[in-house]
């Protein structure tokens, strides 16, 4: 017998290979057999059992695994090649290795999990109870906060990273749909302060932008080549990294936001926002040719038209990638350049200068259509017998984390095709269900005629500097 779940049967059942009724605080069953029951395992003791559809895969189920291995797993991906790739959360296996069990770090890492398989496996209880543990682990963690008279740690730093991939997973379980962004600002504050655990400068303007109550001087337009999150990160002296182009996106997109809900902006401050997004869409169209090679998404296959099972299955191209953070990179500027585009279209009929409209609803398709060839990449299993049959297993949750802002985007810009919006609003609704993350079941559900913020850059920023975050953390020495 498969057991579809985290093992909670009590200690004789789970001996005899029986099935347990779980009634407590002792089991009916061994009640009625006149054995005697040995109680159930604690909450922080329960192990995780994959299951594996048999008819979708010839592989085995995989192991038991504890709620940490469940969680390096689902989420960290290693840099095989640190000239090329960040990874993601790469380096967080150093900081565990050692840990205490009952350390923050650690809790905060198997609450994802908890929360993850909770929603995979539409297990309630298990969301409850990851709920009333994150509660006494907020407790703990404001202690450890107030205790550290010299400044935070690293382990600090990355414990306020868990948390709020906590609050993204979980999706805002009751009455906390955007408790994340307290964890947001808090690593932001971490890593803007001047003894910031990492020396990036232009790094240190991109998380200010995302938390703009720390912000302590204008940021500086700057594109010199220094050090960034997003690039390739020991190559960075011969291309611009992105992160020197988002920074001046942020005030742009704050200012058009303001002019073009107010249908009494002067033609004079149209005009000055319309120049400076013209200057900023010059930088985005020379970035992806100062990319090196490996970061070019590879064509696969282009996929014919024909019934399919999978909920993201969509004739055309299908990209891979060097790894999801190149992926998650490329995503990332194509969705601030897509955004971009929107203000040039909105603003362009009110000043009279639609000429180049065209042109620019060519790039905006462009860009689209890269986005939803990389989908199959970050959400299927195996990418090869995807395209070769229609279908795969689920891939590892860390894929759909990744797509989830750049789908709200194209979800929700008005230049979209309606169908396209359609489709990737079921992609992320399926990220939710199977991918276990919950916050992409609240994303599904945003519409392009909602009353949303024209521009949401402010939403974005909040929920991807956590991503950043993540792409920061590298092994230690003696780990690699």
Request: charged share 15%; hydrophobic share 40%; glycine share 6%.
């Amino acid at each position: 017998m498969v057991n579809r779940g985290v093992s909670r049967a009590c200690e004789t059942c789970r001996k005899r290979r029986k099935k347990c009724d779980e009634t407590r605080p002792r089991c009916l069953r061994c009640t009625k057999a006149g054995r005697a029951c040995q109680g159930y395992r604690r909450y922080d003791e329960l192990y995780f059992r994959y299951y594996v559809d048999p008819a979708s895969s010839p592989t085995p189920p995989a192991a038991e695994k504890t709620p940490l291995e469940v969680f390096l797993d689902d989420y960290v991906v290693p840099s095989i090649d640190p000239t090329v790739s960040r990874g993601f959360l790469d380096g967080l296996p150093s900081f565990l290795h050692g840990a205490d069990a009952s350390s923050d770090l650690v809790m905060a890492a198997e609450l994802v999990a908890y929360t993850s398989m909770g929603h995979r496996l539409g297990r309630p209880d298990l969301l409850d109870q990851a709920a009333q543990k994150y509660v006494g682990l907020l407790h703990s963690f404001r202690i450890t906060l107030s205790s550290q008279i010299h400044g935070p740690t690293i382990e600090t730093l990355v414990t306020a990273i868990l948390l709020g991939l906590y609050e993204i997973v979980s999706g805002g379980i009751g009455s906390r749909p955007g408790q994340h962004v307290a964890h947001v600002h808090g690593v932001c504050a971490i890593l803007s302060l001047e003894n910031s655990p990492f020396d990036l400068f232009t790094s240190t303007q991109l998380f200010q932008v995302a938390n703009p109550l720390i912000l302590k001087q204008p940021l500086k337009p700057s594109l010199t080549l220094t050090p960034g999150v997003l690039c390739a990160p020991i190559s960075y002296n011969s291309v611009q990294n992105l992160d020197t182009v988002l920074i001046r996106c942020h005030p742009l997109f704050e200012r058009a936001n303001s002019q073009l809900a107010d249908p009494n902006s002067s033609s004079e401050t149209l005009q000055a926002t319309f120049a400076d997004a013209l200057t900023l869409e010059e930088a985005f169209s020379q970035w992806t040719p100062s990319q090196s090679e490996a970061w070019h998404p590879q064509l696969i296959c282009s996929l014919r038209a024909t019934k399919s099972n999978c909920p993201y299955y969509r004739p055309g191209p299908v990209h891979a990638y060097f790894d999801v953070y190149v992926a998650a990179v490329m995503n990332t500027y194509r969705k601030t350049y897509l955004m971009l585009l929107e203000v040039l279209i909105k603003i362009a009929p009110r000043l009279s200068q639609t000429d180049r409209t065209t042109k620019w609803m060519k790039q905006s398709h462009l860009l689209i259509d890269d986005i939803v060839a990389s989908i199959p990449y970050h959400l299927a299993r195996n990418l090869h017998e995807y395209t070769e049959t229609g279908q795969s297993a689920v891939g590892r949750p860390v894929g759909g984390l990744l797509l989830l802002h750049p789908l709200f985007v194209v979800s929700t810009c008005t230049i979209v095709p309606p169908p396209i919006q359609a489709y990737v609003r079921r992609c992320l609704a399926w990220i939710g269900k199977h991918m276990g993350i919950g916050q992409a079941t609240l994303l599904s559900e945003a519409r392009s005629d909602q009353p949303l913020p024209i521009i949401p850059f402010q939403q974005m920023a909040e929920g991807h500097v956590l991503i950043w975050a993540c792409m920061l953390l590298q092994p230690s020495p003696s780990q690699t």
